[in-house]
């Protein structure tokens, strides 16, 4: 009995360890079944992850590729750069140089307008003065004539002495014999009288010639200076003639430069029309006013006072960019001149500025609160406060920005 009690005990235990081994068995057989499936879930992602890895790789290769080609153009930008450097460089010493004989030419021209105006000044000057010199002289020249013939006139009268026989001894003893000769007392009788008369004459003015010789070359050197004052004023007004002539030429032609380039910008801003500009209120290109009149498409020729707020500022642009055109500059700054203008507007001004910048190798900097306008730059300056009371200025290099952003 106790045999077969050992036995079932020891059946029991190993019937207990056969169940655990066998629930372990099921419990090991799900883990596996599990760990298969995760296994099948893993190999598709690993196998998907590998065509995207592949996809990247392509994609990246030709990344590569693309990075590789912009290193090779930006290995060639130090060059281009130079160059252009050097051709700007050039240009500014080019315009300066030409600033400078421009200056000195104007500075020249005014110097020798002064010096004109100033010798034109002291020669009226000088011709009033001669003027009344003259006149004062002439009068006196005339009393002392009037003066001269009421003497002879009155020695004529009295004395019956003819005026070339005036410097001659007058007296009744010439080609007399001494023995004839009249008597003394009644010679000084007669010479008493004589003298009478003489003083009754009034006094004489002994100098009246030598005066009038003095007043005649006076007079004779008034003269030469007036042919010398007539001259100068003839050489004068010959100098003033020339420079108005060049001036009216230099004139002309930088107007017709500025007609044409203004009816080709405005043509360009308002796609189509036609603008010009017209010398008015004188024949004279250096007193005339300017008139513009323009013709905006769909529209007859009008004064640029008949154009709304937005034509207005767009012609007037076109003639600033005429004026620009003509005679170009390193650099310009525009403050704020798109405020008046729409968002169209504002397209085709920035589209002109682009096509500037190509033509003159100009370097534009524009003041502007329009969104438009700051999309179409090239890099941008701001000022921001990140405290109160400091500024900070920030800048943005669009073409960066967009290729960081791609």
């Given at each position: 009995m106790k045999d077969l009690i050992n036995k079932i005990t020891?059946?029991?235990?190993?019937?207990?360890?056969?169940?655990s081994k066998n629930e372990s068995i099921k419990s090991d057989s799900i883990k596996r079944s599990e760990r298969i499936k995760n296994i099948d879930i893993e190999l598709e992602n690993w196998k998907s992850l590998k065509t995207n890895s592949e996809k990247m790789?392509?994609?990246?290769?030709?990344?590569?590729?693309?990075?590789?080609?912009?290193?090779?153009?930006?290995q060639k930008n130090p060059e281009r750069i130079a160059t252009s450097k050097g051709q700007n460089i050039q240009n500014l010493e080019n315009t300066k140089k030409r600033n400078?004989?421009?200056?000195?030419?104007?500075?020249?021209?005014?110097?020798?307008?002064?010096?004109?105006?100033?010798?034109?000044?002291?020669?009226?000057?000088?011709?009033?003065?001669?003027?009344?010199?003259?006149?004062?002289?002439?009068?006196?020249?005339?009393?002392?004539?009037?003066?001269?013939?009421d003497l002879m006139y009155t020695v004529k009268n009295e004395l019956n002495?003819?005026?070339?026989?005036?410097?001659?001894?007058?007296?009744?003893?010439?080609g007399l014999?001494?023995?004839?000769?009249?008597?003394?007392?009644?010679?000084?009788?007669k010479v008493e009288k004589i003298k009478k008369q003489r003083e009754a004459l009034g006094s004489v003015n002994l100098r009246a010639d030598e005066e009038t010789k003095r007043y005649e070359e006076e007079i004779k050197k008034m003269e030469d200076d007036r042919a010398d004052l007539y001259s100068a004023i003839v050489k004068l007004k010959a100098s003033i003639d020339e420079l108005n002539q060049k001036g009216r030429e230099r004139l002309l032609e930088a107007f017709n430069k500025i007609n044409r380039k203004f009816n080709d910008v405005y043509t360009k801003l308002f796609s189509g029309g036609s603008a010009k500009?017209?010398?008015?209120?004188?024949?004279d290109p250096l007193e005339a006013g300017l008139e513009m009149l323009v013709s905006p498409p769909g529209k007859r020729l009008q004064s640029i006072t008949l154009l709304s707020g937005g034509e207005q500022?767009?012609?007037?642009?076109?003639?600033?960019?005429?004026?620009?055109?003509?005679?170009?500059?390193?650099?310009?700054?525009?403050?704020?001149?798109?405020?008046?203008?729409?968002?169209?507007?504002?397209?085709?001004f920035c589209a002109l500025l682009d096509e500037l910048t190509k033509i003159t190798k100009t370097k534009f900097v524009i003041i502007t609160h329009h969104a438009l306008t700051m999309s179409r730059m090239h890099r941008l300056y701001g000022v921001t406060m990140p405290e109160k009371g400091i500024s900070q200025l920030v800048s943005v290099d669009l073409q960066k920005a967009e290729g960081l952003v791609a």
């Open positions: 020891s059946a029991q235990e190993e019937y207990a360890i056969s169940l790789t392509l994609e990246l290769a030709d990344r590569k590729l693309k990075i590789n080609h912009e290193i090779e153009e930006n400078e004989e421009l200056d000195r030419d104007l500075s020249e021209a005014e110097n020798k307008y002064n010096l004109i105006n100033q010798n034109l000044k002291s020669i009226q000057e000088k011709l009033t003065t001669l003027r009344e010199n003259k006149a004062r002289n002439e009068a006196t020249i005339e009393g002392i004539n009037n003066r001269k013939r002495i003819e005026n070339e026989n005036l410097l001659l001894t007058s007296s009744d003893i010439n014999e001494e023995e004839n000769f009249p008597n003394i007392a009644d010679q000084e009788q500009l017209e010398l008015v209120d004188s024949d500022a767009l012609t007037a642009l076109s003639l600033i960019f005429a004026v620009f055109l003509v005679n170009p500059s390193p650099i310009c700054v525009l403050d704020e001149v798109d405020a008046p203008l729409d968002d169209a507007n504002v397209t085709r």
